[in-house]
């Protein structure tokens, strides 16, 4: 049962999210291990059942999500591997989430209020110097004159991604993230969530079913289980 709570509370998660720019879903796969014996017979081996109990684990998939055109200035999507960099209190964390925004000083943050970071730091703009253009390899430049530069990385090789809020990542302690040295940055466009909606609907009519399913499961066993008790241990 514990494992399917598991799958339950993964395809909720990803239904809830399932609107947020970038959001990367959370699947569940599934193996059996040895959870217990039953002796129906003292000194006996061969006189005993064993039970095994499925095990889930739940692993966030790196799948792109569709691009959406927006056409506003400030948004953008990385087509192909990597991943923006934002700077929380707790150190860097990484976002497929593009929505960005400029503060009252320029400088240039995500939907949480967190500063975007490029190769050389935090970006700011000349408010007083109008709109702001970012090539596909994320220069980004006002009129004439280069502002920054956003930075990609790569999370791909750090092993399983971790969640820090929502539709934030960091890799895992002990790895450093690769910086990708020829990105592919879509201004005017952000990365939808990878979340399939009918297909987590199909997932959550399945966990019901293997619900009853596993309900008469372990009854058919107890009921099993007793009757041989009654059998062997009758003289």
């Known amino acids: 049962m514990n494992a399917l709570e598991r799958w339950q509370t993964a395809i909720a998660s990803n239904?809830?999210?399932?609107s947020v720019a970038g959001y990367k879903k959370d699947d569940t796969s599934f193996s059996s291990a040895l959870a217990g014996s039953t002796r129906l017979l003292p000194g006996e081996p061969s006189a005993e059942i064993?039970?095994?109990?499925?095990?889930?684990?739940?692993?966030?998939?790196?799948?792109?999500g569709a691009l959406r055109q927006t056409g506003k200035d400030l948004d953008f999507a990385v087509q192909g591997p990597g991943y923006f960099q934002v700077k929380t209190s707790a150190g860097p964390a990484y976002t497929r989430n593009g929505e960005f925004h400029l503060d009252g000083k320029g400088k240039l943050l995500n939907g949480q209020g967190l500063e975007v970071h490029g190769e050389a730091g935090p970006i700011t703009v000349d408010?007083?110097?109008?709109?702001?253009?970012?090539?596909r390899a994320g220069q980004i430049t006002q009129g004439?004159?280069?502002?920054?530069?956003?930075?990609?990385?790569d999370l791909s090789k750090t092993g399983q991604l971790q969640r820090s809020g929502t539709?934030?990542?960091?890799?895992?302690?002990?790895?450093?993230p690769t910086r990708v040295e020829k990105p592919e940055i879509m201004q005017g466009y952000i990365e939808e969530s990878?979340?399939?909606p009918l297909q987590e609907m199909v997932n959550l009519i399945q966990v019901s079913r293997a619900y009853e399913v596993s309900q008469k499961l372990i009854t058919s066993i107890d009921n099993t289980t007793r009757s041989a008790i009654e059998t062997l241990g009758t003289p």
Do not use: H, M
């Open 144 to 153: 004439t004159t280069t502002v920054g530069k956003l930075a990609v990385f």
């Open 167 to 176: 539709g934030l990542f960091v890799a895992p302690e002990d790895t450093t």
């Open 194 to 196: 990878n979340v399939a």
């Open 127 to 135: 408010l007083n110097q109008g709109p702001i253009s970012v090539d």
């Open 15 to 18: 239904l809830a999210s399932g």
């Open 50 to 64: 064993k039970q095994y109990a499925p095990q889930a684990t739940t692993r966030i998939t790196d799948t792109q």
